[in-house]
């Protein structure tokens, strides 16, 4: 069974640091690339940051460059988003995502809330 189990979502001041972690099981982790996406109220879920299959490689929006980093570690089969300098536009429900071998699947969502 796949699953995906997000974590670290929560309520922060403006400037502040959180970070979130996605726990995989039920597929080969190391096989798949990862990504974080977010869905505010109203809006479209958007890209946020994705790394490769192997870490070698990331990319993110240009919403968030310079302050989110997404990493992960293949051993413990968990993708990483550490977010710094966080907006009140950040807060949204934050998806992680696994995508490979023809196949995808996604995590149930972490509230992010950044507000003073």
């Known amino acids: 069974q796949v699953q995906l189990v997000e974590s670290g979502g929560g309520l922060v001041e403006p400037g502040g640091s959180l970070r979130l972690s996605c726990a995989a099981s039920?597929?080969?982790?190391?096989?798949?690339?990862m990504s974080w996406y977010r869905q505010a109220p109203g809006k479209e879920r958007e890209l946020v940051a994705v790394i490769t299959s192997a870490g070698s490689s990331t990319n993110s929006a240009d919403s968030v460059k310079g302050r989110f980093t997404i990493s992960r570690d293949n051993a413990q089969k968990t993708v990483y988003l550490q977010m710094n300098s966080l907006k009140p536009e950040d807060t949204a429900v934050y998806y992680c995502?696994?995508?490979?071998?023809?196949?995808?699947?996604w995590g149930q969502g972490t509230q992010v809330t950044v507000s003073s």
């Open positions: 039920g597929f080969t982790f190391s096989s798949y690339a």
């Open positions: 995502n696994a995508r490979g071998r023809g196949r995808g699947y």
